[in-house]
């Protein structure tokens, strides 16, 4: 039974994937739908941040939006993401161990 | 059209560009991939199904709504709907894609199963203007697949083992992610900023207004309406 779920949800996840991949590198695309897609990425990245970082620390809202605020003023001085991913990890871990009750 | 430059250049160029943007995204995944493995052993799935649903679905967001599903006994289509919903925004993001990565189509298209927010987001927004190589994307893509498939056994096997809040808090890193690659792009082009936070903003106005409404929905909702007006603002320019 599990098994023909997984089934059913790889198709529904896959077949959206795939389509584009199939058909929309051939299409020529007016300038300003062009346009919209090159925004698009900056548009989703917005929508993934924010709200769902409040949820990222179980019953604790404030550390996640303190610890995307410290990933915030690192990325200003720092290029490396794998550095910025580990001192927001490592911030959540410190507060979580230490019990502060952020 | 003006023809836009592939990064990287060299083959050897390609696989670092990978390697070290595949990184980021496999750190992410690992505690959030052992979170659903151990969520998913608790809800009742066995090791192999954990970890065959990784493989096989390969969507975060789908897979800890459906082991939540499973767990609350809802049936199997509404299972499956909902994922659809909800993974829904893949389909925009390959359309994007899919313009962006040079290369082999058949290549490319085999390589869409490996579409998810953040692959697409690092290959979308850390790219910049410039196409990537169907090499990159795919050692990038590899090590964010890996990560996942690592993570959700290692969660399924140690399930009892690992304190579930402490990982779970670990998923974090990928907001870090998301985060460290908007500012940037955000510091250049106030057009960049602007989308980001309007579509923020949208998303959540729209989860609030409309509780009923689907994640799924409202996030492509935001995400659409939000970059469609955004043609109407001056055009930031790309290529510098």
């Not at chain 2, 709504?65 to 909902?82: C, D, H, R, W």
Request: proline share 5%; hydrophobic share 60%; charged share 10%.
């Amino acid at each position: 039974m599990i098994w023909l779920l997984l089934a059913g949800m790889f198709l529904v996840t896959y077949i959206p994937r795939l389509i584009p991949f199939l058909f929309a590198s051939q299409l020529t695309l007016p300038p300003w739908v062009q346009k919209w897609l090159k925004l698009f990425p900056y548009a989703a990245l917005g929508a993934l941040i924010f709200p769902g970082i409040l949820g990222a620390v179980p019953g604790r809202p404030a550390l996640a939006a303190g610890a995307g605020i410290l990933a915030a003023v690192c990325a200003l001085f720092i290029r490396n993401i794998t550095v910025i991913v580990v001192l927001a990890i490592a911030a959540v871990l410190l507060f979580q161990g230490l019990g502060i009750p952020l | 059209m003006r023809k836009v430059r592939t990064i990287p250049v060299g083959r050897a160029e390609a696989v670092r560009w990978g390697l070290s943007n595949g990184a980021p995204i496999a750190l992410g995944y690992l505690p959030v991939a052992i979170t659903f493995g151990i969520l998913g052993r608790q809800a009742g799935l066995s090791v192999a199904e954990v970890t065959g649903m990784s493989a096989w679905v390969y969507a975060g967001a789908s897979q800890f709504l459906a082991v939540k599903m499973i767990a609350s006994g809802v049936g199997l289509f509404e299972i499956v709907l909902a994922t659809f919903i909800l993974n829904f925004r893949h389909f925009l993001m390959s359309t994007v894609l899919a313009r962006k990565i040079e290369g082999s189509k058949p290549k490319a298209a085999a390589l869409s199963y490996w579409v998810t927010d953040e692959t697409f987001v690092v290959a979308s927004v850390h790219a910049g203007p410039e196409s990537i190589s169907v090499l990159s994307f795919f050692i990038m893509a590899l090590m964010a697949y890996l990560a996942w498939l690592t993570g959700s056994f290692v969660g399924g096997m140690f399930a009892d083992l690992i304190p579930v809040r402490i990982v779970d808090g670990m998923g974090i890193g990928l907001y870090a992610l998301f985060i460290a690659l908007l500012i940037p792009s955000a510091r250049r082009h106030w057009q960049f900023a602007l989308v980001a936070a309007a579509s923020a903003l949208t998303a959540w106005g729209l989860s609030r207004l409309a509780p009923g409404l689907s994640e799924g929905w409202a996030l492509i909702a935001a995400t659409l309406g939000v970059s469609a007006l955004g043609t109407l603002l001056p055009d930031a320019e790309t290529d510098e």
